[in-house]
């Protein structure tokens, strides 16, 4: 499921932070933007009705904890990405970011050994 750009927003915050209650997702929230606590309440709400978080009830404190991972939604958000972009085409993606791009020769031998990885799992 790809979450909303406010869904990932608090996502992030929840990844970094781990479970949370309204009151400090919203403070963090609001260090970058003004953001009503009302807001954040319903976002969390919609969020759970999505199955995105899961909320543990203490009284009336209710505390969220990220239902999905931030691997998985990275995953899903690039895959569609590299599909309206560049056609499907990762190799287009690739070429376009590192033509862009003054990699460092630490990133240049990563990428390598990311393809040498690739190619033995290939193999295989």
Known sequence: ????????????????????TVRAVNER??????????TTLKLLQIMFEKGIVSRKEDGRTHTYTAAITETDTQSVLLQEFVD?????????MVMQALGNHDASTEELDEIKALIAQMEQQNKL
């Open 29 to 38: 929230l609001n260090e970058r933007r003004d953001v009503g606590y009302t």
């Open 1 to 20: 499921m790809k979450p909303t750009d406010s869904e990932l927003e608090i996502l992030q915050l929840l990844w970094e932070l781990g479970p949370s």
């Open 84 to 92: 309206q972009t560049f056609r499907g085409s990762a190799m287009k």
